[in-house]
Protein backbone atom coordinates (compact mmCIF):
# COMPACT_ATOMS: atom_id res chain seq x y z
CA UNK A 1 0.00 0.00 0.00
CA UNK A 2 1.21 3.46 -0.74
CA UNK A 3 1.87 5.58 2.42
CA UNK A 4 0.23 9.03 1.63
CA UNK A 5 2.38 11.30 4.13
CA UNK A 6 1.66 14.53 5.48
CA UNK A 7 2.61 17.00 8.40
CA UNK A 8 1.89 16.00 12.13
CA UNK A 9 3.85 18.29 15.21
CA UNK A 10 5.61 15.50 17.11
CA UNK A 11 4.13 14.70 20.36
CA UNK A 12 5.22 13.60 23.53
CA UNK A 13 2.80 11.85 25.51
CA UNK A 14 3.03 10.60 29.09
CA UNK A 15 3.07 6.77 29.66
CA UNK A 16 0.28 4.72 30.93
CA UNK A 17 2.37 1.83 30.62
CA UNK A 18 0.94 -1.25 33.02
CA UNK A 19 0.39 1.05 35.91
CA UNK A 20 -2.71 -0.78 38.67
CA UNK A 21 -6.10 0.40 37.48
CA UNK A 22 -6.34 2.86 39.83
CA UNK A 23 -3.46 5.01 38.41
CA UNK A 24 -4.83 5.29 34.68
CA UNK A 25 -6.18 7.98 33.38
CA UNK A 26 -9.89 8.90 33.48
CA UNK A 27 -11.50 9.88 30.25
CA UNK A 28 -14.06 12.56 29.43
CA UNK A 29 -15.62 12.20 26.29
CA UNK A 30 -17.76 14.75 25.01
CA UNK A 31 -20.06 13.96 21.77
CA UNK A 32 -21.90 16.80 19.70
CA UNK A 33 -24.39 16.16 17.30
CA UNK A 34 -24.20 17.25 13.36
CA UNK A 35 -20.80 20.10 14.33
CA UNK A 36 -19.22 20.46 10.86
CA UNK A 37 -16.14 22.63 10.75
CA UNK A 38 -17.47 25.77 11.75
CA UNK A 39 -15.58 25.89 14.97
CA UNK A 40 -12.94 28.37 15.29
CA UNK A 41 -9.72 26.56 15.94
CA UNK A 42 -11.05 24.46 12.26
CA UNK A 43 -11.12 27.78 10.12
CA UNK A 44 -14.46 26.49 8.39
CA UNK A 45 -16.72 29.66 8.86
CA UNK A 46 -15.56 33.27 9.18
CA UNK A 47 -18.11 33.71 12.17
CA UNK A 48 -18.00 30.88 14.16
CA UNK A 49 -17.20 31.65 17.77
CA UNK A 50 -16.06 28.69 19.99
CA UNK A 51 -13.66 29.70 22.50
CA UNK A 52 -14.41 26.68 24.60
CA UNK A 53 -13.98 24.50 22.07
CA UNK A 54 -10.91 26.50 20.56
CA UNK A 55 -9.18 26.44 24.21
CA UNK A 56 -9.72 22.28 24.29
CA UNK A 57 -7.46 22.20 21.37
CA UNK A 58 -4.69 24.58 22.54
CA UNK A 59 -4.50 22.13 25.72
CA UNK A 60 -4.32 19.16 23.11
CA UNK A 61 -4.33 18.38 20.07
CA UNK A 62 -6.61 18.81 16.89
CA UNK A 63 -6.73 16.46 14.00
CA UNK A 64 -8.07 19.08 11.46
CA UNK A 65 -8.35 16.24 8.74
CA UNK A 66 -11.04 13.46 10.96
CA UNK A 67 -13.46 11.91 8.88
CA UNK A 68 -16.88 9.68 10.26
CA UNK A 69 -17.40 6.41 8.48
CA UNK A 70 -21.07 7.33 7.56
CA UNK A 71 -22.42 10.70 8.01
CA UNK A 72 -25.81 9.86 9.24
CA UNK A 73 -25.85 10.43 13.77
CA UNK A 74 -26.90 6.74 13.93
CA UNK A 75 -24.78 4.61 12.12
CA UNK A 76 -21.66 6.75 12.78
CA UNK A 77 -22.10 6.37 16.43
CA UNK A 78 -22.70 2.95 15.59
CA UNK A 79 -19.58 2.29 14.16
CA UNK A 80 -17.36 4.56 16.69
CA UNK A 81 -18.47 2.99 19.80
CA UNK A 82 -18.49 -1.07 18.17
CA UNK A 83 -14.65 -0.11 16.80
CA UNK A 84 -16.51 -1.88 13.72
CA UNK A 85 -16.76 -0.54 10.18
CA UNK A 86 -20.19 -0.15 8.43
CA UNK A 87 -19.57 -2.44 5.76
CA UNK A 88 -19.17 -5.10 8.43
CA UNK A 89 -21.70 -4.91 10.11
CA UNK A 90 -24.14 -4.08 7.38
CA UNK A 91 -25.68 -0.75 9.73
CA UNK A 92 -25.84 1.96 7.22
CA UNK A 93 -28.99 3.51 8.23
CA UNK A 94 -30.50 4.58 11.76
CA UNK A 95 -30.89 1.41 14.27
CA UNK A 96 -32.20 1.11 17.64
CA UNK A 97 -29.47 1.24 20.64
CA UNK A 98 -31.37 -2.08 21.84
CA UNK A 99 -30.68 -4.08 17.99
CA UNK A 100 -27.17 -2.91 17.46
CA UNK A 101 -25.73 -6.61 19.09
CA UNK A 102 -28.34 -8.54 16.91
CA UNK A 103 -27.24 -6.79 13.65
CA UNK A 104 -25.19 -9.71 12.60
CA UNK A 105 -22.35 -12.10 13.97
CA UNK A 106 -19.40 -9.28 14.29
CA UNK A 107 -21.86 -6.88 16.42
CA UNK A 108 -23.07 -10.03 18.49
CA UNK A 109 -19.27 -10.40 19.22
CA UNK A 110 -18.36 -6.61 20.24
CA UNK A 111 -17.78 -4.77 23.15
CA UNK A 112 -18.88 -1.23 22.86
CA UNK A 113 -16.41 1.42 24.06
CA UNK A 114 -17.79 2.32 27.55
CA UNK A 115 -18.40 -1.12 28.19
CA UNK A 116 -14.69 -2.11 27.44
CA UNK A 117 -13.25 0.36 29.72
CA UNK A 118 -16.05 -1.19 32.40
CA UNK A 119 -14.21 -4.65 31.64
CA UNK A 120 -10.78 -3.06 32.82
CA UNK A 121 -12.00 -1.44 35.59
CA UNK A 122 -13.46 2.18 34.99
CA UNK A 123 -16.78 3.28 36.73
CA UNK A 124 -18.85 4.57 33.42
CA UNK A 125 -21.03 7.10 32.98
CA UNK A 126 -23.38 8.82 30.58
CA UNK A 127 -25.90 11.18 29.39
CA UNK A 128 -27.43 12.56 26.23
CA UNK A 129 -27.07 11.48 22.82
CA UNK A 130 -24.10 8.71 23.37
CA UNK A 131 -25.32 6.40 20.20
CA UNK A 132 -28.35 7.08 18.36
CA UNK A 133 -31.23 6.99 21.25
CA UNK A 134 -28.67 6.69 24.02
CA UNK A 135 -27.32 3.74 24.46
CA UNK A 136 -27.76 -0.10 25.09
CA UNK A 137 -28.86 -1.02 28.45
CA UNK A 138 -25.87 -2.19 30.46
CA UNK A 139 -23.52 0.02 28.83
CA UNK A 140 -23.11 2.33 32.00
CA UNK A 141 -22.75 1.51 35.30
CA UNK A 142 -24.57 5.24 36.05
CA UNK A 143 -27.05 6.84 33.21
CA UNK A 144 -29.07 10.30 33.04
CA UNK A 145 -30.68 8.69 29.68
CA UNK A 146 -31.78 10.97 27.28
CA UNK A 147 -34.80 13.30 27.06
CA UNK A 148 -36.98 12.26 23.76
CA UNK A 149 -36.79 14.33 20.60
CA UNK A 150 -34.86 17.38 20.23
CA UNK A 151 -36.75 19.51 22.03
CA UNK A 152 -38.01 21.57 23.28
CA UNK A 153 -40.94 22.54 20.18
CA UNK A 154 -42.97 25.09 19.81
CA UNK A 155 -46.21 24.07 20.91
CA UNK A 156 -48.87 22.44 18.10
CA UNK A 157 -46.66 21.37 16.52
CA UNK A 158 -45.87 24.63 15.30
CA UNK A 159 -42.83 25.72 12.59
CA UNK A 160 -41.51 29.43 12.12
CA UNK A 161 -40.05 28.67 8.73
CA UNK A 162 -39.87 25.13 7.22
CA UNK A 163 -42.95 22.68 7.37
CA UNK A 164 -42.12 20.07 5.28
CA UNK A 165 -42.92 16.44 6.33
CA UNK A 166 -40.22 14.29 7.21
CA UNK A 167 -37.47 15.89 8.78
CA UNK A 168 -37.15 18.31 11.78
CA UNK A 169 -35.70 21.21 10.10
CA UNK A 170 -36.50 24.90 11.15
CA UNK A 171 -34.51 28.20 12.64
CA UNK A 172 -35.55 30.33 14.96
CA UNK A 173 -34.94 31.73 18.34
CA UNK A 174 -36.63 29.40 20.90
CA UNK A 175 -37.41 28.58 23.88
CA UNK A 176 -36.61 31.83 26.25
CA UNK A 177 -34.18 30.56 28.66
CA UNK A 178 -30.81 27.75 28.34
CA UNK A 179 -32.72 25.97 31.43
CA UNK A 180 -35.95 24.62 29.09
CA UNK A 181 -33.10 22.83 26.87
CA UNK A 182 -32.20 19.32 27.32
CA UNK A 183 -28.33 20.25 26.88
CA UNK A 184 -28.39 22.43 29.81
CA UNK A 185 -29.70 19.76 31.88
CA UNK A 186 -26.97 17.16 30.78
CA UNK A 187 -24.69 19.71 31.00
CA UNK A 188 -25.02 19.99 34.48
CA UNK A 189 -25.08 16.35 35.05
CA UNK A 190 -21.84 15.88 33.89
CA UNK A 191 -20.81 18.88 36.10
CA UNK A 192 -22.15 17.10 39.32
CA UNK A 193 -20.48 13.89 38.32
CA UNK A 194 -17.16 15.72 38.17
CA UNK A 195 -17.56 17.35 41.98
CA UNK A 196 -18.04 13.34 43.22
CA UNK A 197 -14.88 11.37 44.82
CA UNK A 198 -14.30 8.05 42.93
CA UNK A 199 -12.21 5.21 43.95
CA UNK A 200 -11.65 3.95 41.01
CA UNK A 201 -11.00 5.82 37.11
CA UNK A 202 -14.38 6.48 35.66
CA UNK A 203 -15.11 6.88 32.00
CA UNK A 204 -17.59 9.66 31.70
CA UNK A 205 -19.48 10.74 28.56
CA UNK A 206 -21.77 13.37 27.43
CA UNK A 207 -23.74 13.65 24.40
CA UNK A 208 -24.96 17.33 22.82
CA UNK A 209 -27.81 17.27 20.67
CA UNK A 210 -27.78 20.79 19.22
CA UNK A 211 -26.31 21.50 16.68
CA UNK A 212 -28.90 18.93 15.31
CA UNK A 213 -32.33 20.42 13.43
CA UNK A 214 -34.05 21.97 14.72
CA UNK A 215 -31.56 25.04 14.88
CA UNK A 216 -33.90 26.66 17.95
CA UNK A 217 -31.88 28.30 21.04
CA UNK A 218 -32.39 31.11 23.08
CA UNK A 219 -32.52 34.42 21.62
CA UNK A 220 -29.20 35.52 23.61
CA UNK A 221 -26.91 33.13 21.43
CA UNK A 222 -28.72 34.76 18.06
CA UNK A 223 -27.54 38.35 18.94
CA UNK A 224 -23.72 36.51 19.77
CA UNK A 225 -24.07 35.80 15.93
CA UNK A 226 -25.57 39.50 14.42
CA UNK A 227 -26.94 38.50 11.40
CA UNK A 228 -24.99 41.97 9.82
CA UNK A 229 -21.67 39.06 10.66
CA UNK A 230 -23.15 36.56 8.24
CA UNK A 231 -22.34 35.05 4.78
CA UNK A 232 -23.23 32.03 3.22
CA UNK A 233 -20.98 29.20 2.38
CA UNK A 234 -19.40 29.00 -0.90
CA UNK A 235 -21.99 27.46 -3.76
CA UNK A 236 -21.70 26.70 -7.67
CA UNK A 237 -25.25 26.65 -8.84
CA UNK A 238 -24.24 24.18 -11.70
CA UNK A 239 -22.17 22.49 -9.25
CA UNK A 240 -24.74 19.35 -9.94
CA UNK A 241 -24.65 19.33 -13.43
CA UNK A 242 -20.99 16.35 -13.57
CA UNK A 243 -23.13 14.06 -10.60
CA UNK A 244 -23.55 10.31 -12.17
CA UNK A 245 -27.20 9.51 -11.85
CA UNK A 246 -27.24 7.23 -8.59
CA UNK A 247 -25.34 10.32 -6.54
CA UNK A 248 -28.62 12.29 -7.95
CA UNK A 249 -30.81 9.79 -6.75
CA UNK A 250 -29.35 9.70 -3.28
CA UNK A 251 -28.99 13.43 -2.74
CA UNK A 252 -32.84 13.77 -3.48
CA UNK A 253 -33.85 14.74 -0.35
CA UNK A 254 -37.44 16.42 -0.76
CA UNK A 255 -38.07 17.17 2.98
CA UNK A 256 -35.09 19.21 2.97
CA UNK A 257 -34.80 22.98 2.09
CA UNK A 258 -32.51 23.30 -1.04
CA UNK A 259 -30.45 26.54 -1.55
CA UNK A 260 -32.54 27.69 -4.10
CA UNK A 261 -35.22 28.01 -2.23
CA UNK A 262 -33.73 29.42 0.62
CA UNK A 263 -31.83 32.41 -1.99
CA UNK A 264 -35.07 33.06 -3.20
CA UNK A 265 -36.61 33.26 0.47
CA UNK A 266 -33.67 35.27 1.70
CA UNK A 267 -33.27 32.86 4.12
CA UNK A 268 -29.82 31.56 3.65
CA UNK A 269 -27.92 33.50 5.97
CA UNK A 270 -30.72 32.78 8.82
CA UNK A 271 -29.90 29.84 8.74
CA UNK A 272 -26.38 30.10 8.64
CA UNK A 273 -26.42 32.21 11.71
CA UNK A 274 -29.27 29.44 13.53
CA UNK A 275 -26.98 27.02 12.98
CA UNK A 276 -24.16 29.21 14.51
CA UNK A 277 -26.16 30.40 17.39
CA UNK A 278 -26.32 26.67 18.34
CA UNK A 279 -23.23 25.89 17.70
CA UNK A 280 -22.01 28.77 20.01
CA UNK A 281 -24.99 27.56 22.67
CA UNK A 282 -23.19 23.89 22.60
CA UNK A 283 -19.90 25.49 22.94
CA UNK A 284 -20.63 27.72 26.06
CA UNK A 285 -21.85 24.37 27.80
CA UNK A 286 -18.82 22.41 26.71
CA UNK A 287 -16.77 25.16 28.51
CA UNK A 288 -19.12 25.08 31.83
CA UNK A 289 -18.25 21.34 31.98
CA UNK A 290 -14.30 21.94 31.59
CA UNK A 291 -14.49 24.90 34.13
CA UNK A 292 -16.06 22.56 36.10
CA UNK A 293 -12.93 19.75 35.11
CA UNK A 294 -10.26 22.17 36.18
CA UNK A 295 -11.34 23.11 39.46
CA UNK A 296 -11.93 19.08 40.33
CA UNK A 297 -9.04 16.78 41.61
CA UNK A 298 -9.45 15.17 38.23
CA UNK A 299 -7.56 17.96 36.04
CA UNK A 300 -4.09 16.61 36.16
CA UNK A 301 -5.12 12.47 35.00
CA UNK A 302 -7.88 13.05 32.81
CA UNK A 303 -7.98 12.47 29.01
CA UNK A 304 -10.62 14.99 27.04
CA UNK A 305 -11.79 13.96 23.80
CA UNK A 306 -14.02 15.89 21.67
CA UNK A 307 -15.64 14.40 18.65
CA UNK A 308 -19.24 15.09 16.17
CA UNK A 309 -20.37 11.94 14.30
CA UNK A 310 -21.06 13.73 11.18
CA UNK A 311 -21.07 17.13 9.56
CA UNK A 312 -23.58 18.92 7.67
CA UNK A 313 -24.37 20.81 4.98
CA UNK A 314 -25.60 24.80 4.86
CA UNK A 315 -26.42 25.12 1.47
CA UNK A 316 -23.09 23.29 -0.19
CA UNK A 317 -24.26 20.98 -3.17
CA UNK A 318 -27.79 22.41 -3.31
CA UNK A 319 -29.40 21.13 0.11
CA UNK A 320 -29.25 21.85 4.03
CA UNK A 321 -28.54 18.28 5.42
CA UNK A 322 -25.89 15.57 5.69
CA UNK A 323 -26.85 12.37 3.99
CA UNK A 324 -23.85 12.21 1.20
CA UNK A 325 -20.32 11.39 0.88
CA UNK A 326 -18.81 14.88 0.19
CA UNK A 327 -16.11 16.59 2.59
CA UNK A 328 -19.21 18.80 4.06
CA UNK A 329 -20.21 15.86 5.37
CA UNK A 330 -18.10 13.54 6.00
CA UNK A 331 -14.91 15.91 8.19
CA UNK A 332 -15.47 16.57 11.63
CA UNK A 333 -13.76 18.19 14.31
CA UNK A 334 -11.75 15.82 16.52
CA UNK A 335 -9.98 17.36 19.35
CA UNK A 336 -8.20 15.08 22.24
CA UNK A 337 -6.51 16.41 25.20
CA UNK A 338 -4.01 14.26 27.26
CA UNK A 339 -2.20 14.96 30.41
CA UNK A 340 1.53 15.26 30.13
CA UNK A 341 1.28 16.07 26.00
CA UNK A 342 2.72 18.87 24.36
CA UNK A 343 -0.06 21.67 24.05
CA UNK A 344 -1.47 23.67 21.06
CA UNK A 345 -0.77 21.03 18.00
CA UNK A 346 -3.11 20.55 15.07
CA UNK A 347 -2.34 17.64 13.35
CA UNK A 348 -3.36 17.18 9.29
CA UNK A 349 -3.08 13.39 9.47
CA UNK A 350 -6.03 11.54 7.95
CA UNK A 351 -7.36 10.00 10.39
CA UNK A 352 -11.43 8.54 11.20
CA UNK A 353 -13.88 8.27 14.06
CA UNK A 354 -13.32 4.67 13.71
CA UNK A 355 -9.62 5.32 15.21
CA UNK A 356 -11.31 6.46 18.85
CA UNK A 357 -11.91 3.42 19.98
CA UNK A 358 -8.14 1.93 19.81
CA UNK A 359 -6.70 5.64 20.85
CA UNK A 360 -8.77 5.86 23.48
CA UNK A 361 -7.88 2.01 24.94
CA UNK A 362 -3.85 2.90 23.75
CA UNK A 363 -3.78 5.90 25.57
CA UNK A 364 -5.17 4.30 28.92
CA UNK A 365 -2.74 0.78 29.08
CA UNK A 366 -5.64 -1.29 28.42
CA UNK A 367 -4.99 -4.30 26.56
CA UNK A 368 -6.36 -3.34 22.82
CA UNK A 369 -9.78 -5.28 21.75
CA UNK A 370 -8.83 -7.09 18.82
CA UNK A 371 -11.72 -6.84 17.02
CA UNK A 372 -11.29 -2.99 16.86
CA UNK A 373 -11.07 -2.05 12.88
CA UNK A 374 -9.67 1.22 13.51
CA UNK A 375 -6.06 1.73 13.90
CA UNK A 376 -4.66 3.27 17.45
CA UNK A 377 -3.90 7.07 17.10
CA UNK A 378 -0.82 7.35 19.22
CA UNK A 379 2.06 6.03 16.91
CA UNK A 380 0.41 9.06 14.75
CA UNK A 381 0.85 11.78 17.92
CA UNK A 382 4.42 10.09 18.17
CA UNK A 383 5.83 9.66 15.17
CA UNK A 384 3.61 12.03 12.22
CA UNK A 385 3.40 9.15 9.52
CA UNK A 386 1.22 6.51 8.89
CA UNK A 387 -1.42 4.93 6.01
CA UNK A 388 -2.91 8.08 5.51
CA UNK A 389 -6.17 7.53 4.18
CA UNK A 390 -10.02 7.55 5.27
CA UNK A 391 -13.09 5.61 4.27
CA UNK A 392 -16.71 7.13 4.27
CA UNK A 393 -19.66 4.82 3.52
CA UNK A 394 -23.25 6.05 2.62
CA UNK A 395 -25.61 2.61 2.47
CA UNK A 396 -24.49 -0.58 1.27
CA UNK A 397 -21.42 -0.47 -0.90
CA UNK A 398 -21.18 3.28 -1.58
CA UNK A 399 -18.06 4.60 -0.31
CA UNK A 400 -15.31 8.17 -0.22
CA UNK A 401 -12.01 7.08 -0.19
CA UNK A 402 -10.33 10.00 0.96
CA UNK A 403 -6.08 10.43 0.73
CA UNK A 404 -4.10 13.58 0.96
CA UNK A 405 -4.95 15.04 -2.16
CA UNK A 406 -8.15 13.46 -3.46
CA UNK A 407 -11.73 12.23 -2.76
CA UNK A 408 -12.46 9.14 -4.62
CA UNK A 409 -15.96 8.04 -4.59
CA UNK A 410 -17.36 4.75 -5.85
CA UNK A 411 -21.05 3.64 -5.79
CA UNK A 412 -23.20 0.19 -6.19
CA UNK A 413 -23.70 1.08 -9.50
CA UNK A 414 -19.85 0.90 -10.65
CA UNK A 415 -20.53 5.33 -11.16
CA UNK A 416 -17.48 7.47 -9.70
CA UNK A 417 -16.34 10.93 -8.81
CA UNK A 418 -13.34 12.07 -8.09
CA UNK A 419 -12.20 15.53 -6.77
CA UNK A 420 -8.76 16.98 -6.89
CA UNK A 421 -8.71 18.52 -3.00
CA UNK A 422 -5.64 20.63 -4.01
CA UNK A 423 -7.11 22.58 -6.74
CA UNK A 424 -10.14 21.80 -6.09
CA UNK A 425 -11.20 22.42 -2.13
CA UNK A 426 -14.97 22.57 -2.74
CA UNK A 427 -15.48 19.69 -4.44
CA UNK A 428 -17.20 21.18 -7.72
CA UNK A 429 -15.54 19.53 -10.58
CA UNK A 430 -15.29 15.63 -11.01
CA UNK A 431 -12.83 14.74 -12.83
CA UNK A 432 -13.26 11.03 -12.64
CA UNK A 433 -13.62 10.69 -16.76
CA UNK A 434 -10.44 12.71 -17.20
CA UNK A 435 -8.21 10.23 -19.03
CA UNK A 436 -5.20 11.19 -16.32
CA UNK A 437 -7.30 10.12 -12.94
CA UNK A 438 -7.36 6.74 -14.55
CA UNK A 439 -4.05 5.86 -11.95
CA UNK A 440 -5.11 7.99 -9.37
CA UNK A 441 -8.54 5.64 -9.18
CA UNK A 442 -6.55 2.52 -9.57
CA UNK A 443 -4.74 3.50 -6.69
CA UNK A 444 -7.69 4.38 -4.50
CA UNK A 445 -9.94 1.50 -5.21
CA UNK A 446 -7.26 -0.73 -3.58
CA UNK A 447 -8.71 0.93 -0.14
CA UNK A 448 -12.53 -0.11 -0.70
CA UNK A 449 -13.96 -2.78 1.34
CA UNK A 450 -13.58 -6.22 0.31
CA UNK A 451 -16.89 -7.42 1.78
CA UNK A 452 -19.80 -4.88 1.88
CA UNK A 453 -22.38 -6.51 4.74
CA UNK A 454 -26.26 -6.83 4.06
CA UNK A 455 -28.31 -4.79 5.99
CA UNK A 456 -30.81 -6.28 8.55
CA UNK A 457 -34.15 -5.12 8.16
CA UNK A 458 -34.84 -6.98 11.62
CA UNK A 459 -32.73 -4.72 13.25
CA UNK A 460 -33.60 -1.30 12.52
CA UNK A 461 -37.07 1.03 12.44
CA UNK A 462 -37.81 2.28 9.44
CA UNK A 463 -36.67 1.42 5.78
CA UNK A 464 -32.69 1.48 4.67
CA UNK A 465 -33.19 4.60 2.52
CA UNK A 466 -30.03 4.06 0.43
CA UNK A 467 -30.37 1.80 -2.07
CA UNK A 468 -31.53 3.21 -5.31
CA UNK A 469 -35.41 4.42 -5.63
CA UNK A 470 -35.93 4.52 -2.14
CA UNK A 471 -36.37 7.56 -0.12
CA UNK A 472 -35.05 9.05 3.84
CA UNK A 473 -38.10 8.23 6.21
CA UNK A 474 -38.43 10.63 9.02
CA UNK A 475 -36.78 8.58 11.45
CA UNK A 476 -33.59 8.00 9.22
CA UNK A 477 -33.29 11.95 8.47
CA UNK A 478 -33.08 12.07 12.60
Known amino acids: MKLFTTTCMVLSLFSTGTANTKD ?5 MISVDDLNDWIGCMGGHPSARTPNMDKLASQGILFSNAHCQVPLCGPSRASLLSGLRPSSTGIYGQ ?36 FHEHAPAGVFEESGGREKGFGPLPPNGQKFHWNKKGTQTDWGAFPNSDEEMPDYRSAQWTIERLKRKYTQPFFLTVGFIRPHVPWYVPQKWFDKNPSGSIVAPPFKSDDRNDLPAIALQI ?16 EWTNMVQAYLACVSFTDHYIGEILNALEKSGYKNNTIVILWSDNGYRLGEKGTFAKHCLWSEATRVPLIISVPGMKKNRVCDQLVELLDIYPTLTDLCGLPANKTNEGKSLKSVMENGESENYAIS ?3 RN ?4 ISENYRYIRYEDGSEELYDLK ?18 KE ?20 VNPFFINQRLTQSDQE
Open 251 to 266: DELPMMPTTEWAIQNN
Open 398 to 401: NHAV
Open 95 to 130: IKDEDIREANAHTKQALFLPEYFKNNGYHTMGIGKI
Open 393 to 395: TYG
Open 423 to 440: NDPNEWNNIAHDEKSIKI
Open 24 to 28: RPNVL
Open 443 to 462: QHRRYLPVSNALWSRKSSYG
